[in-house]
């Protein structure tokens, strides 16, 4: 699951590759090693996706509709259609540093839910980090 979500984290227009980037540096660094010590390894937990309702106890109905169900015009790159997707995305702040694109609804998914993820792995941990929590 790590591979998939590093996937879809490195889509991310204002930080393309940096997810597989970050665990490409932990994975050469030997921090998922069995060989490292044990106190101070790596453990990496296997991210759920988060579902809509688990996402709406956070956000609202309009912005996860925004998120979740705003794409790039397949096909049709004219200035119009380009033009009303971003005039209705940036009613959200998707514009600038924080652009719609393609994969979108995968990563705001599977980031939601390594951060659900690592809230409910701190009952068992002192420290759970998802590192591509937010855009």
């Known amino acids: 699951m790590a591979i998939v979500f ?26 998922l090693s069995p060989q490292y010590s044990a106190s101070r390894r790596i453990q990496v937990i296997k991210p759920i996706r988060a579902s809509y309702k688990e996402l709406a106890a956070y956000h609202s109905r309009e912005y996860l509709d925004a998120v ?3 794409t790039l015009p397949a096909g049709d790159s004219s200035p119009s259609s380009i033009q009303a997707v971003a005039t209705s995305a940036a009613a959200f702040g998707l514009e ?7 994969g979108m609804s995968e990563y705001v998914q599977l980031v ?20 591509d929590g937010g855009r």
């Open 68 to 70: 979740l169900h705003t």
């Open 96 to 102: 600038d540093d924080c652009p719609v694109f393609d």
């Open 112 to 131: 939601g839910g390594a951060t659900l993820t690592a809230v409910k792995a701190l009952h068992a941990m002192d420290i759970a980090i998802c590192w």
């Open 6 to 31: 590093a996937k879809y984290s490195s889509l991310l227009p204002s930080n393309p590759a940096r997810s597989a980037l970050v665990l490409s540096l932990v994975n050469s660094l030997g921090l």
